[in-house]
C-alpha cells in the first residue's frame, strides 16, 4: 500500500488538470459579469459608449457623486428600505418559522399531523403567483403602498417551517427538554432558553435563504408600492433602468447603483459562508 | 417523519415513564408556538388564494341599458375557457416552454458536472471554483439582468466590441438570440445555488461505498456514473423541483431586459401577460383565473415530482 501510493498521486496529479480547469473556466464565467460592472462604474458617460469594457475609465468618484444626489438621495434611500424589508421581515419570520418548527417536532397534540400537512402544502404553493391576490387584499385593508404591504406577506415562510422542524428534530433531544420540564422550566422558557440555542446553525440557514429571498424579490414590491420613496432597490434600479431608454445618461448611474447594491450582500455571503448549513435543505430529503 | 426520534427514545425506557411522559405533554403550548404561523399562513396564503379563486368564478356585468348599474355576477368557467383560449395567453406559456426547455436543462447539467468536479479527491481551486460559482445567488434577478443587459446591449457590448475588432458580424443578443440571452441569465443565476445542494448531498455520502468500488477496479469517471448520479437522484429530483417553479414564476428577468429589447412584448410570459390583465387593462377575473391556472399548474408538477421522489426513497430502503 505504501509503495502503491507515490504512484497513484503522481496520477492523481496528473488526472486532475482537466477538471480543475473546466472549474476554473465555471469560475470566470461567473465573474465576467462581476468584473464588468466594477470596470463599468468607473467610466464617465462617453467612456462607456465608446471604450472597451473592462479597461478602468476616469468617472468612478462623478458616477458616485451622480448616484448619490439623484433625486435627493433617493437610492440610499432605497438601500435603506431593502434593508428594513429583508433585515426585519427575515428575522421576525425566522423566530415565527423557530417557533412553529419546535412545536411541530417536539410536542405531540390533536391536529399535529393536518397543521404539519398544510403548512408543507404551502411550500409547494408558488407565492409569486398570490401577489396579485395578496394586493388586492392589502388594498381592502388600506394597507397596499405602505410598508406593511411588502414586509407582512414575507413574515410567513412555509419552507422556514419545515426547515426548523426537521433541524428541532436533530438537534434538540427529547430527554433534555424533558429534564427540564422536571426541573419546572415553562414551555417558553424551554423553546427560548434550550432549544433556540441547539437550533442556531439552522436557525442561521433559514434566516440567510430568507434574506437573500426577499432581497431579491421584484415582484411583490413591484405590485405593493406606487410610492418611489419606499421602493427596495430592486424595483428603484429597474425604474432607473428603465427611465434610461429616454435618457442613456442614467445608464451610468443605474451601473453604479447595481455595484453598490451586490457589495453588501456578497460580503455578508462570504463572510457567513461557514455558518451556513445548506446540506439542511439536501438533508431534509431524507426526513 | 416527524417524531420518529422521540419513539425510539420512548421505548428504551420502560412502559411506566411512557405514560408518565405522555401525560405530561402540553396542550396550549404548542398552539401558542404555531399561532404567529397559523395566523399569517391563513391570511397571507389561504385567504388570498380563497380570494383569487372567488374572482376567477366571476365577472363584472353591467344591467339594464345605458343607465345600468355594475354588478358581479357568477359565470362558472367562463374566465378559464376564455382565458386558455385566449392566443396571447397560449403564446406566452409556449415562449416559456421554449425558455425552459433551454435554461432548466444547462442549469442542472452545469450544477451537477461542478459538483462532480469539486467533490474529485486532489482537485485544485475547488474553493475559489465553489464560492465563485455560488457568488451569483447573493445577486437579485434584476440586478443580474441588468449586468448581463448592457453586455448584450450593442452599443455597451464587451463582447460585439471584440467581434469588430476582429472583423466578426456582431451578434443580436437582444432579438434574435434573446431566449439564448434570457436563459444564459438564468443559468447564470442559479447554477452555483443548484450546485451546493448537489455537491453538500455529495458529501453526506459515506466514503466507504468509493472504496469497494475503487478495490474493484472502477476509475472516478464510473464511480460518478455508476454510484455517484443514482444516489444523487431525490436531491436532483429537488432542484429539477426548484427550476421548474422558479421558471414557472419567471418574472422580474424578463420584464428588466425589456427595458433593452424590443423583442419582448408587455405578455411575454405566462406572469407578465397576468399582471398586464391585472393592472394594466384592468381585467381582472380574467388575471385570477389565468393565476389559478399557472398556481395550479405548479402544483401538478411539484406533486408529480414528490411521488417520484417517494417511490425513489422507498424503492432504496427497500
Same mark, same amino acid.
Given at each position: 500500500?505504501?509503495?502503491?501510493?507515490?504512484?497513484?498521486?503522481?496520477?492523481?496529479?496528473?488526472? %486532475?488538470?482537466?477538471?480543475?480547469?473546466?472549474?476554473? =473556466?465555471?469560475?470566470?464565467?461567473?465573474?465576467?459579469? &462581476?468584473?464588468?460592472?466594477?470596470?463599468?462604474?468607473?467610466?464617465?458617460?462617453?467612456?462607456?459608449?465608446?471604450?472597451?469594457?473592462?479597461?478602468?475609465?476616469?468617472?468612478?468618484?462623478?458616477?458616485?457623486?451622480?448616484?448619490?444626489?439623484?433625486?435627493?438621495?433617493?437610492?440610499?434611500?432605497?438601500?435603506?428600505?431593502?434593508? &428594513?424589508?429583508?433585515?426585519?421581515?427575515?428575522?421576525?419570520?425566522?423566530?415565527?418559522?423557530?417557533?412553529?418548527?419546535?412545536?411541530?417536532? %417536539?410536542?405531540?397534540?390533536?391536529? %399535529?399531523?393536518?397543521?404539519?400537512?398544510?403548512?408543507?402544502?404551502?411550500?409547494?404553493?408558488?407565492?409569486?403567483?398570490?401577489?396579485?391576490?395578496?394586493?388586492?387584499?392589502?388594498?381592502?385593508?388600506?394597507?397596499?403602498?405602505?410598508?406593511?404591504? =411588502?414586509?407582512?406577506?414575507?413574515? &410567513?415562510?412555509?419552507?422556514?417551517?419545515?426547515?426548523?422542524?426537521?433541524?428541532?428534530?436533530?438537534?434538540?433531544?427529547?430527554?433534555?427538554?424533558?429534564?427540564?420540564?422536571?426541573?419546572?422550566?415553562?414551555?417558553?422558557?424551554?423553546?427560548?432558553?434550550?432549544?433556540?440555542?441547539?437550533?442556531?446553525?439552522?436557525?442561521?440557514?433559514?434566516?440567510?435563504?430568507?434574506?437573500?429571498? =426577499?432581497?431579491?424579490?421584484?415582484?411583490?414590491?413591484?405590485?405593493?408600492?406606487?410610492?418611489?420613496?419606499?421602493?427596495?432597490?430592486?424595483?428603484?434600479?429597474?425604474?432607473?433602468?428603465?427611465?434610461?431608454?429616454?435618457?442613456?445618461?442614467?445608464?451610468?448611474?443605474?451601473?453604479?447603483?447595481?455595484?453598490?447594491?451586490?457589495?453588501?450582500?456578497?460580503?455578508?455571503?462570504?463572510?457567513?459562508?461557514?455558518?451556513?448549513?445548506?446540506?439542511?435543505?439536501?438533508?431534509?430529503?431524507?426526513? | 417523519? @416527524?417524531?420518529?426520534?422521540?419513539?425510539? @427514545?420512548?421505548?428504551?425506557?420502560?412502559?411506566?415513564?411512557?405514560?408518565?411522559?405522555?401525560?405530561?405533554?402540553?396542550?396550549?403550548?404548542?398552539?401558542?408556538?404555531?399561532?404567529?404561523?397559523?395566523?399569517?399562513?391563513?391570511?397571507?396564503?389561504?385567504?388570498?388564494?380563497?380570494? !383569487?379563486?372567488?374572482?376567477?368564478?366571476?365577472?363584472?356585468?353591467?344591467? @339594464?341599458?345605458?343607465?345600468?348599474?355594475?354588478?358581479?355576477?357568477?359565470?362558472?368557467?367562463?374566465?378559464?375557457?376564455?382565458?386558455?383560449?385566449?392566443?396571447?395567453?397560449? !403564446?406566452?406559456?409556449?415562449?416559456?416552454?421554449?425558455?425552459?426547455?433551454?435554461?432548466?436543462?444547462?442549469?442542472?447539467?452545469?450544477?451537477?458536472?461542478?459538483?462532480?468536479?469539486?467533490?474529485?479527491?486532489?482537485?485544485?481551486?475547488?474553493?475559489?471554483?465553489?464560492?465563485?460559482?455560488?457568488?451569483?445567488?447573493?445577486?437579485?434577478?434584476?440586478? !443580474?439582468?441588468?449586468?448581463?443587459?448592457?453586455?448584450?446591449?450593442?452599443?455597451?457590448?464587451?463582447?460585439?466590441?471584440?467581434?469588430?475588432?476582429?472583423?466578426?458580424?456582431?451578434?443580436?443578443?437582444?432579438?434574435?438570440?434573446?431566449?439564448?440571452?434570457?436563459?444564459?441569465?438564468?443559468?447564470?443565476?442559479?447554477?452555483?445555488?443548484?450546485?451546493?445542494?448537489?455537491?453538500?448531498?455529495?458529501?453526506?455520502?459515506?466514503?466507504?461505498?468509493?472504496?469497494?468500488?475503487?478495490?474493484?477496479?472502477?476509475?472516478?469517471?464510473?464511480?460518478?456514473?455508476?454510484?455517484?448520479?443514482?444516489?444523487?437522484?431525490?436531491?436532483?429530483?429537488?432542484?429539477?423541483?426548484?427550476?421548474?417553479?422558479?421558471?414557472?414564476?419567471?418574472?422580474?428577468?424578463?420584464?428588466?431586459?425589456?427595458?433593452?429589447?424590443?423583442?419582448?412584448?408587455?405578455?411575454?410570459?405566462?406572469?407578465?401577460?397576468?399582471?398586464?390583465?391585472?393592472?394594466?387593462?384592468?381585467?381582472?377575473?380574467? !388575471?385570477?383565473?389565468?393565476?389559478?391556472?399557472?398556481?395550479?399548474?405548479?402544483?401538478?408538477?411539484?406533486?408529480?415530482?414528490?411521488?417520484?421522489?417517494?417511490?425513489?426513497?422507498?424503492?432504496?430502503?427497500?
Amino acid at each position: 500500500m505504501s509503495i502503491a501510493m507515490p504512484g497513484t498521486r503522481r496520477q492523481r496529479g496528473r488526472a %486532475r488538470v482537466v477538471p480543475s480547469i473546466i472549474l476554473v =473556466v465555471g469560475a470566470i464565467y461567473t465573474l465576467v459579469p &462581476i468584473a464588468w460592472v466594477v470596470t463599468a462604474s468607473t467610466k464617465s458617460r462617453g467612456e462607456l459608449f465608446s471604450s472597451f469594457s473592462f479597461l478602468p475609465g476616469t468617472g468612478f468618484w462623478q458616477n458616485l457623486v451622480d448616484l448619490s444626489t439623484y433625486e435627493g438621495g433617493q437610492y440610499w434611500q432605497w438601500a435603506l428600505n431593502s434593508l &428594513i424589508y429583508a433585515g426585519v421581515g427575515s428575522g421576525i419570520s425566522t423566530l415565527i418559522s423557530a417557533a412553529a418548527g419546535f412545536a411541530l417536532a %417536539r410536542y405531540r397534540f390533536r391536529g %399535529r399531523a393536518l397543521v404539519f400537512t398544510v403548512l408543507l402544502a404551502g411550500v409547494m404553493l408558488p407565492q409569486i403567483t398570490l401577489a396579485i391576490p395578496q394586493y388586492f387584499l392589502m388594498s381592502s385593508l388600506g394597507l397596499a403602498n405602505t410598508y406593511w404591504s =411588502v414586509l407582512l406577506p414575507t413574515l &410567513i415562510n412555509p419552507f422556514g417551517i419545515y426547515l426548523a422542524c426537521i433541524y428541532a428534530q436533530s438537534s434538540v433531544p427529547a430527554d433534555t427538554i424533558e429534564a427540564a420540564r422536571i426541573d419546572g422550566a415553562s414551555e417558553f422558557r424551554i423553546f427560548r432558553s434550550l432549544a433556540v440555542p441547539m437550533m442556531l446553525p439552522g436557525l442561521v440557514t433559514i434566516f440567510m435563504l430568507q434574506f437573500v429571498g =426577499v432581497w431579491n424579490n421584484f415582484l411583490l414590491p413591484f405590485i405593493m408600492l406606487s410610492d418611489e420613496s419606499m421602493f427596495p432597490l430592486t424595483t428603484g434600479l429597474y425604474m432607473l433602468l428603465n427611465r434610461g431608454t429616454g435618457t442613456p445618461a442614467l445608464y451610468s448611474l443605474a451601473i453604479m447603483g447595481a455595484l453598490l447594491s451586490i457589495i453588501p450582500l456578497v460580503a455578508l455571503m462570504l463572510f457567513l459562508q461557514r455558518f451556513w448549513r445548506l446540506d439542511l435543505i439536501s438533508g431534509s430529503l431524507k426526513g | 417523519m @416527524g417524531g420518529s426520534r422521540l419513539d425510539e @427514545g420512548e421505548t428504551m425506557t420502560t412502559a411506566v415513564s411512557v405514560r408518565r411522559a405522555r401525560s405530561a405533554q402540553p396542550r396550549v403550548a404548542p398552539w401558542a408556538m404555531l399561532a404567529p404561523a397559523i395566523v399569517l399562513f391563513v391570511l397571507f396564503l389561504l385567504v388570498p388564494i380563497g380570494y !383569487a379563486i372567488y374572482l376567477s368564478f366571476v365577472a363584472l356585468r353591467v344591467d @339594464g341599458g345605458a343607465f345600468g348599474v355594475r354588478r358581479q355576477v357568477f359565470v362558472g368557467f367562463e374566465n378559464y375557457v376564455t382565458a386558455l383560449a385566449n392566443p396571447e395567453f397560449v !403564446a406566452s406559456l409556449g415562449r416559456l416552454a421554449l425558455f425552459g426547455a433551454l435554461s432548466v436543462p444547462i442549469t442542472l447539467g452545469l450544477a451537477l458536472l461542478f459538483a462532480l468536479l469539486l467533490d474529485l479527491p486532489g482537485i485544485r481551486f475547488g474553493r475559489f471554483a465553489r464560492t465563485s460559482i455560488f457568488l451569483p445567488y447573493a445577486v437579485p434577478g434584476v440586478i !443580474a439582468t441588468l449586468l448581463w443587459g448592457f453586455m448584450y446591449l450593442p452599443s455597451t457590448s464587451p463582447f460585439n466590441y471584440v467581434f469588430r475588432l476582429i472583423g466578426l458580424p456582431p451578434i443580436d443578443f437582444l432579438n434574435e438570440g434573446v431566449y439564448g440571452s434570457l436563459a444564459n441569465i438564468a443559468v447564470w443565476s442559479s447554477v452555483g445555488f443548484n450546485m451546493i445542494i448537489l455537491y453538500t448531498s455529495l458529501r453526506s455520502i459515506p466514503s466507504e461505498i468509493y472504496e469497494a468500488a475503487k478495490i474493484d477496479g472502477a476509475n472516478e469517471w464510473q464511480i460518478a456514473w455508476r454510484i455517484k448520479i443514482p444516489l444523487l437522484t431525490p436531491s436532483l429530483l429537488l432542484t429539477l423541483l426548484f427550476s421548474l417553479i422558479g421558471t414557472l414564476q419567471a418574472y422580474g428577468e424578463p420584464t428588466t431586459l425589456k427595458s433593452l429589447s424590443n423583442s419582448i412584448s408587455h405578455s411575454f410570459f405566462p406572469l407578465m401577460k397576468v399582471y398586464r390583465d391585472a393592472f394594466g387593462t384592468d381585467n381582472i377575473s380574467s !388575471a385570477a383565473a389565468a393565476s389559478v391556472v399557472l398556481a395550479l399548474g405548479t402544483l401538478f408538477v411539484s406533486l408529480a415530482l414528490l411521488r417520484l421522489l417517494q417511490r425513489r426513497t422507498f424503492e432504496e430502503t427497500r
